[in-house]
């Protein structure tokens, strides 16, 4: 099992690489890794109720 730090700032429902984040870190979780988002500026308005946190 690898750790992995995904870092992001851009608000992820917001932009295109926003769902490429959700299926990296998806993906990377399914294999049995430790996955970390670390959201700042924009990027925690994914922590809102009903935004992505849940589905990761």
Do not use: C, P
Not at 5 to 34: H, P, W
């Amino acid at each position: 099992m690898a750790r992995y730090l995904i870092v992001d700032s851009r608000d992820l429902t917001e932009y295109t690489n926003g769902r490429y984040i959700q299926k990296v870190a998806s993906k990377l979780k399914e294999d049995g890794n430790e996955v970390t988002l670390f959201l700042i500026e924009n990027g925690v308005i994914a922590a809102r109720k009903g935004g992505i946190s849940g589905r990761i």
